[in-house]
């Protein structure tokens, strides 16, 4: 017997219904529920390794294997040579089964490290995207990070010579030799020398290896050759080692400013670079003056004890007569910065090159 529910003022026959719950028309437009199954793209976890299929062609016993190509969804056969079907270097079944395990090996289309340069293209990654990302890493790594002073030096070589030809690029372009040897030819068009085209592209080739997948290995692993790039040679004979000459120290006894004239003679004498000279301190003065103690530099308006090189903490004579010079220089001060500005900051490098 049928059973009737209400419902605040509707009523329907226990599940029983005459009628359908849409209109004919109606229902039959109505999307179904299921949507149509989505295609999986590739996956290496889906994949158990293979051993090929060996069959003969002429007189040679091959393997065919399955081989993922850049830019293609579907596998290719490919096809290689075990050994021939009879006489010198022929193999038994078991042998040949082995040789073909070996031959797939070598050739690493089962790999991961295979897989992820070869399908797992990451388009969306370009060589400008992965270059910030290297920078900022090799800033923060424990072992040898680059000194935030120098980064604006790096960022400068990529802006004007790297980033303009190969930056617009996927990642894996950048991989390619025809797009690093164009890298190298605009570089050499430009003038650069050898030292700073070398220089250059290992900062270009570091960012291409920093790309690595979940294991930490890289994705696009690549031995560059300099012959095949025409990197130039480095011929340290004909590399610019510019010297002080007589004429030039005359120049510099003719500054008008006695700071900067006083700083000229000592970079002379000393031999230091500009910015250990900027950052160095009257406590550093030795030996009645004759002895620079070089422990720290000026890096724009800080002090750093970063020096570049490890051997740069030194102390450096100076003869007894640039000592006087400097003596008479300071006039009596016994602190602070040798070479400070108006406010105890190191100079600018930049303003004492466009003053002197």
């Known amino acids: 017997m049928n059973q009737m529910i209400q419902f605040a003022g509707c009523q329907t026959v226990g599940m029983q219904s005459s009628s359908h719950l849409l209109p004919g028309n109606v229902a039959d437009t109505v999307a179904k529920a299921t949507p149509a199954k989505r295609k999986r793209g590739k996956a290496l976890s889906r994949r158990t390794g293979q051993n090929g299929h060996i069959e003969s062609s002429g007189k040679w016993f091959v393997v065919r294997f399955w081989k993922d190509l850049e830019g293609q969804e579907k596998r290719a056969l490919a096809r290689e040579r075990i050994c021939p079907i009879s006489g010198p270097g022929s193999l038994n079944r078991s042998e040949r089964e082995r040789r073909a395990r070996e031959i797939i090996a070598d050739a690493q289309v089962d790999t991961a490290q295979y897989f992820n340069r070869v399908v797992k293209q990451q388009v969306g990654v ?148 500009i910015g250990e000279l900027l950052g160095l301190e009257i406590k550093d003065l030795l030996d009645d003056f004759t002895t620079v103690r070089i422990i720290q530099q000026a890096k724009g308006k800080q002090l750093t004890p970063e020096l570049k090189t490890a051997n740069s903490v030194r102390f450096v004579d100076i003869s007894p007569e640039v000592a006087a010079l400097l003596k008479e220089f300071l006039a009596g001060r016994t602190a602070g910065l040798v070479f400070p500005n108006r406010v105890g900051r190191p100079l600018n490098p930049s303003n004492i090159r466009n003053r002197v």
């Open 126 to 273: 370009t060589f400008k995207e992965q270059s910030k990302f290297w920078l900022e890493q090799s800033q923060t790594r424990k072992r040898k990070p680059i000194r935030a002073t120098t980064v604006p030096t790096i960022q400068a070589a990529f802006d004007k010579w790297i980033l303009p030809e190969v930056g617009h690029l996927p990642l894996y372009e950048t991989a390619k030799y025809p797009t690093m040897k164009a890298l190298v030819t605009r570089m050499n068009a430009g003038g650069l020398s050898a030292q700073t085209v070398n220089s250059y592209f290992r900062m270009a080739a570091a960012v291409i290896a920093s790309a690595e997948d979940a294991d930490g290995n890289p994705l696009y692993p690549q031995k560059w050759d300099a012959n095949k790039l025409d990197l130039p040679l480095v011929e340290t004979s004909k590399q610019r080692r510019p010297s002080i000459t007589a004429e030039t120290m005359t120049e510099f006894a003719r500054v008008k400013s006695p700071k900067h004239r006083m700083l000229m003679i000592l970079a002379a004498s000393a031999g230091c670079r």
